[in-house]
């Protein structure tokens, strides 16, 4: 080997010397920046993709002579039904957040807007929530009922002609769609609480032998009923907000209570709880404002609600105040997207056993008779779904200490106050009215109380339905 050749090689050594150790000295910062600049970047050196939220806000108000949950339109009014909702943006694939201003979407309609609203968002539909307010003057959806209708040849499909649902569905999905280009940067999220004062109270009243003796509706003209005392009841408004820096992006608000003041007017309603929606958006404008209604299956406001319309003004400045209590009283955290969490516990609802399908089977083929027909297949719709081996998503979103969990049917109030005396040390919220095959869910004890709520005709599931539903509750809010 001469002199040339062995100098070339010690050259190519060290240049495979050097080489080694700047890749180590690269590494090594690389790590050390990771470290330094978390909020950027994971201790892996892989980026962390900013927590963004988008928002989308859809008229959900039927046209003159669309049939409602109770009667046609014969009118429109200036307040519209909304429906509105936000996206959450982040590591994880998007979590959609949807509230309507009707009376309920049930069964395979529930299952179609969570499907329509995850493909506009580019997720899976067990990351979205799609809840009703519940109000009466307002459309009610259920697409297996009208299918089953539509199977017995009826001639009149009452409230359960979907074709205006569908194309509203179709609009929600283009604003959730469009929604996403707009999203605004989270660099803090936010949580408050308020009583709301003189608005919920218990519909059941108790006689000394532990029955209920009356309910007290959502309109109530009885005044001795109304001097009962408000009974239980969760006066608690909870609400969780979105933020850019001091800039407010949207607001959550959650509260359980039927939100009928009056109704049967044939004028599709917000009611209150819209009302008082509208109310703090426009005193707060920068925010789109979302109200989910709670576990309110066995609360309203009738205590304090004689029926005089005077009387849905006052509620809604009631609730507005509550909320303005509550969004006064926010407390902000810092978050990025690696903070946000989503879990689902998929549950098999134990049906009533006053299902009778040979029965309903035999309801639904009078079609021509829609006070029979009508009822017969939204019970019929949840019985076979069930029977199919179908399960009900429960889902929480968790963000720092906040939880919230999103349920369904018309939920009794002692489901929302267990799932808090579960957690006391987290701010725990509950939205109820998602999925509305289930109609009223009562506690297994008030099944055997009586009362309006768990009669046959208001209630398709069996009082075995609260050891699966807190089983759920309790397995969601144990996750870290």
Known sequence: ?????????????????????FSVFRGAV??????????????????????????????????LGYMMAYDPVVRLDAMTLRCRGVVLL????????????????????????????????????????????????APLVDFTAERLLKEAKAKHLGPLNGDFCRETLAKIAVAVKASLALAKPVTHCGWGAAEVKRVASN????????????????TCADPKLRAEPEGVIDPELSMLTFWNGDT?????????????????????SPDFPGIARFIRQQSVPEALHVHF????????????????????????QRLADGMKRAFDSTKKFAVQSRDLRWSVAPV????AKHLDEAKLIADVAKGSVPPVAVPAAERLAFLRRCKSGHKTDL?????GDVRVLHMPGELFVEYQLAAKQMQPKLNVAMAAYGDYGTFYIGTERAYSEGGYETEPRSSNVAPEVEAVLMQGIRKLLSEN
């Open 395 to 399: 889902a929480q979103l968790a963000i």
């Open 90 to 137: 982040g590591q994880a694939e998007p979590i959609v957040l949807c509230a309507v201003d009707w009376i309920g979407i049930a069964n395979e309609a529930h299952d179609a807007f969570r499907e329509r609203l995850a493909k506009a968002a580019g997720t899976t539909p067990d990351r979205v929530a799609v809840h009703t307010l519940h109000q009466h003057d």
């Open 203 to 218: 519909r059941r009243i108790f006689g000394p032998d532990g029955k209920v003796r009356a309910v007290r509706y959502t």
């Open 293 to 316: 209604n709670g576990a309110g299956g066995n609360i309203g406001a009738g205590k304090y609600n004689d029926g005089l319309r005077k009387n849905r003004m006052v509620l809604a």
């Open 1 to 21: 080997m001469n002199d040339s050749t062995v100098e070339c090689a010690d050259r190519a050594e060290r240049r495979r010397v050097l080489s080694f150790k």
């Open 348 to 351: 098999a609802l134990p049906v």
């Open 248 to 268: 407010p992006l949207a607001v959550l608000s959650y509260y359980a209570c039927h939100p009928q003041s009056y109704y049967r007017m044939g004028i599709p």
């Open 30 to 63: 690389r790590i050390a920046l990771a470290f330094l600049f978390s909020g950027a970047m994971g201790v892996s050196g892989v980026e962390v993709v900013p927590l963004r939220v988008a928002t989308f806000d859809v008229d959900a108000t039927p046209p």
